[in-house]
């Protein structure tokens, strides 16, 4: 008998747990250096359904969103399966921002979005959200509840329908607070549909996941599309990787990986980490790997052939090692990916300095349009606004309805506020219309940035901008601060209140972002232009610091930073500051 094709999510998991009941569900953490956490697709579907049953006691009627803010894959996967056979809607939290002002103004904006949503959390994520006016439920009371029932393997609280709501995003808030991109059974399976087929995904890959569950590319893309297909995976914490990154080849190894996902950042790291193991040259089986997606931002050339040719290298039999990057583009609006390339650097040799992006999955199609009015469509290899039409794009932001009409053009584009390029068939980005910057494959809103820069002391009012730039051969993109001084640069004191003023403002991007400024670069009110309608420009401002017009007022920083070198006890946060201005490694 062949498997019935699943038209919800819930018949996803019913369908893996009858017809690959022994597929496995592997778990490691950082804390098990080479241990793990199993479960078959039977004893986890058991164990999700015995969860559900357990958040009824909760009483909240079908349809209500559940935040689920969890740092385990584990924990992750069984709380979104378990509020989907509930009925209930899950919301995928990602970790909340390190900046208090930030984190409680978030906090609060759910709470006045969702109105009545639980929190789904731990102990310590109950610390970090820090609200009394909450309603919080632990995860390890829930699975304690969860041990009172024994539920049949096909157990449901509610019969979902394809145009139900399914599962919640949240956005990086670019333009202030996060929105929660709504998709359905029906958009989400349209994604796992094409993507399992762009994959060549079936009952006998390996999946290697190590994106956080609430990212759209961990939860959708390397969980519920092997899913689909009965195919077994193997989740890890990034940090694991990181920490280790021979792990990342002895899983490989170990357990006949075929698919695995690693943003352009991990892959620059784990090639510089590999290349300094010279003693296990020759000691791994990578005959299995066959595709990397990547995503998240762009992949530079270089570093993908770089890592190609270290797996190799580290290989025990290199012949055998044949396997392809492919590069991607993909919102949380679009389900993650849906545009790909398939790309083997050992024979081919890019023509850029990053890869191209590829052409649609089946079920989705994109165009390029003038960037002014949004509809023009662009001759071929002309640049403009990037718009993407399809069966798995999201159906509306979650009470939202201006931001949801603002989003889409006639006949159902979506408009992904990307500039791009389609060549021949092939889309290649080259910018960027929205107002965000993008880090190791994290945006971050410019304008809320900015915001919060305007209130270092030593800045002047409304003469401050932030502009992402990725330097060539740097790994990720960065950004540069812009800004003028309330004094004199030539005046009396200037080094130490330059030297206050742009560490407060370090201090401020790593608070927001976790990162400090690529450029950190003064400019004298008299010669900082506005537009007419009174901004300033940000790409103005790239524009002359690329054209080298901005050398001068980078020098005089330079001058005064080291003269306060010389006049301040501490001098680690000097020579820190310099390379903020100065260093575009």
């Given at each position: 008998?062949?498997?019935?094709?699943?038209?919800?999510?819930?018949?996803?998991?019913?369908?893996?747990?009858?017809?690959?009941?022994?597929?496995?569900?592997?778990?490691?953490?950082?804390?098990?250096?080479?241990?793990?956490?199993?479960?078959?697709?039977?004893?986890?579907?058991?164990?999700?359904?015995?969860?559900?049953?357990?958040?009824?006691?909760?009483?909240?009627?079908?349809?209500?969103?559940?935040?689920?803010?969890?740092?385990?894959?584990?924990?992750?996967?069984?709380?979104?399966?378990?509020?989907?056979?509930?009925?209930?809607?899950?919301?995928?939290?990602?970790?909340?921002?390190?900046?208090?002002?930030?984190?409680?103004?978030?906090?609060?904006?759910?709470?006045?979005?969702?109105?009545?949503?639980?929190?789904?959390?731990?102990?310590?994520?109950?610390?970090?959200?820090?609200?009394?006016?909450?309603?919080?439920?632990?995860?390890?009371?829930?699975?304690?509840?969860?041990?009172?029932?024994?539920?049949?393997?096909?157990?449901?609280?509610?019969?979902?329908?394809?145009?139900?709501?399914?599962?919640?995003?949240?956005?990086?808030?670019?333009?202030?607070?996060?929105?929660?991109?709504?998709?359905?059974?029906?958009?989400?399976?349209?994604?796992?549909?094409?993507?399992?087929?762009?994959?060549?995904?079936?009952?006998?890959?390996?999946?290697?996941?190590?994106?956080?569950?609430?990212?759209?590319?961990?939860?959708?893309?390397?969980?519920?599309?092997?899913?689909?297909?009965?195919?077994?995976?193997?989740?890890?914490?990034?940090?694991?990787?990181?920490?280790?990154?021979?792990?990342?080849?002895?899983?490989?190894?170990?357990?006949?990986?075929?698919?695995?996902?690693?943003?352009?950042?991990?892959?620059?790291?784990?090639?510089?980490?590999?290349?300094?193991?010279?003693?296990?040259?020759?000691?791994?089986?990578?005959?299995?790997?066959?595709?990397?997606?990547?995503?998240?931002?762009?992949?530079?050339?270089?570093?993908?052939?770089?890592?190609?040719?270290?797996?190799?290298?580290?290989?025990?039999?290199?012949?055998?090692?044949?396997?392809?990057?492919?590069?991607?583009?993909?919102?949380?609006?679009?389900?993650?990916?849906?545009?790909?390339?398939?790309?083997?650097?050992?024979?081919?040799?890019?023509?850029?300095?990053?890869?191209?992006?590829?052409?649609?999955?089946?079920?989705?199609?994109?165009?390029?349009?003038?960037?002014?009015?949004?509809?023009?469509?662009?001759?071929?290899?002309?640049?403009?606004?990037?718009?993407?039409?399809?069966?798995?794009?999201?159906?509306?932001?979650?009470?939202?309805?201006?931001?949801?009409?603002?989003?889409?053009?006639?006949?159902?584009?979506?408009?992904?506020?990307?500039?791009?390029?389609?060549?021949?068939?092939?889309?290649?980005?080259?910018?960027?219309?929205?107002?965000?910057?993008?880090?190791?494959?994290?945006?971050?809103?410019?304008?809320?940035?900015?915001?919060?820069?305007?209130?270092?002391?030593?800045?002047?009012?409304?003469?401050?901008?932030?502009?992402?730039?990725?330097?060539?051969?740097?790994?990720?993109?960065?950004?540069?601060?812009?800004?003028?001084?309330?004094?004199?640069?030539?005046?009396?004191?200037?080094?130490?209140?330059?030297?206050?003023?742009?560490?407060?403002?370090?201090?401020?991007?790593?608070?927001?972002?976790?990162?400090?400024?690529?450029?950190?670069?003064?400019?004298?009110?008299?010669?900082?232009?506005?537009?007419?309608?009174?901004?300033?420009?940000?790409?103005?401002?790239?524009?002359?610091?690329?054209?080298?017009?901005?050398?001068?007022?980078?020098?005089?920083?330079?001058?005064?930073?080291?003269?306060?070198?010389g006049t301040t006890e501490t001098m680690d946060d000097v020579d820190d500051l310099k390379c903020c201005a100065l260093d575009t490694a």
């Amino acid at each position: 008998m062949s498997p019935a094709l699943p038209v919800t999510l819930n018949d996803i998991l019913s369908r893996a747990a009858e017809f690959y009941p022994l597929h496995e569900l592997r778990f490691i953490t950082p804390s098990a250096h080479d241990s793990s956490i199993v479960k078959t697709f039977s004893s986890f579907n058991r164990y999700a359904r015995n969860l559900a049953r357990a958040i009824l006691e909760w009483g909240k009627p079908a349809g209500s969103v559940i935040v689920v803010y969890l740092t385990e894959h584990e924990d992750n996967m069984a709380a979104i399966w378990a509020c989907l056979l509930a009925g209930y809607v899950p919301c995928l939290q990602p970790a909340l921002s390190a900046q208090k002002a930030h984190k409680e103004g978030h906090v609060a904006h759910l709470k006045s979005l969702f109105s009545s949503a639980i929190w789904l959390t731990t102990e310590a994520g109950a610390e970090q959200v820090d609200s009394s006016d909450l309603e919080i439920k632990f995860l390890s009371e829930l699975k304690a509840s969860a041990l009172n029932y024994n539920v049949p393997a096909d157990w449901v609280a509610h019969t979902a329908q394809p145009d139900d709501e399914a599962v919640l995003f949240l956005t990086s808030g670019s333009t202030g607070f996060s929105k929660a991109v709504v998709h359905t059974h029906r958009t989400i399976l349209a994604a796992c549909y094409a993507k399992g087929e762009a994959y060549g995904l079936t009952p006998n890959t390996n999946v290697l996941n190590w994106v956080g569950f609430d990212h759209a590319a961990g939860s959708l893309e390397m969980h519920l599309v092997p899913l689909l297909f009965g195919a077994s995976q193997i989740n890890v914490h990034a940090s694991a990787i990181l920490y280790d990154p021979l792990r990342f080849l002895r899983l490989i190894d170990e357990h006949g990986i075929n698919i695995a996902f690693s943003p352009n950042t991990l892959l620059a790291k784990l090639a510089r980490d590999l290349e300094k193991k010279s003693d296990v040259i020759g000691t791994f089986d990578l005959s299995s790997i066959k595709r990397i997606n990547s995503g998240g931002e762009a992949v530079v050339s270089k570093t993908a052939q770089s890592f190609v040719a270290m797996l190799k290298k580290l290989a025990r039999d290199p012949f055998k090692v044949s396997f392809v990057i492919s590069p991607g583009f993909g919102t949380t609006e679009t389900c993650a990916g849906c545009i790909y390339d398939l790309v083997d650097l050992a024979t081919t040799e890019p023509k850029r300095e990053f890869l191209d992006l590829g052409r649609p999955i089946r079920g989705c199609e994109m165009r390029i349009v003038d960037s002014e009015d949004g509809k023009t469509v662009r001759a071929d290899g002309d640049s403009g606004e990037l718009q993407i039409r399809g069966s798995m794009i999201f159906v509306r932001y979650y009470n939202n309805t201006e931001a949801t009409s603002s989003s889409f053009v006639e006949d159902g584009w979506y408009r992904t506020g990307d500039l791009g390029i389609i060549e021949n068939g092939v889309l290649r980005l080259s910018g960027r219309i929205k107002d965000i910057v993008k880090v190791h494959g994290i945006s971050y809103g410019i304008p809320e940035l900015e915001t919060y820069l305007q209130t270092v002391e030593g800045v002047a009012h409304s003469f401050l901008a932030v502009a992402p730039y990725h330097a060539p051969g740097q790994e990720t993109e960065r950004f540069i601060i812009f800004y003028s001084p309330t004094f004199d640069l030539n005046g009396d004191g200037a080094s130490m209140k330059l030297f206050a003023t742009h560490r407060e403002l370090r201090d401020v991007s790593v608070k927001m972002t976790t990162h400090r400024p690529q450029f950190i670069i003064p400019i004298p009110i008299n010669e900082m232009e506005k537009t007419t309608l009174g901004k300033l420009s940000r790409g103005g401002l790239i524009s002359l610091f690329k054209q080298g017009e901005l050398a001068k007022h980078i020098a005089r920083a330079e001058e005064l930073l080291r003269e306060a070198r010389g006049t301040t006890e501490t001098m680690d946060d000097v020579d820190d500051l310099k390379c903020c201005a100065l260093d575009t490694a």
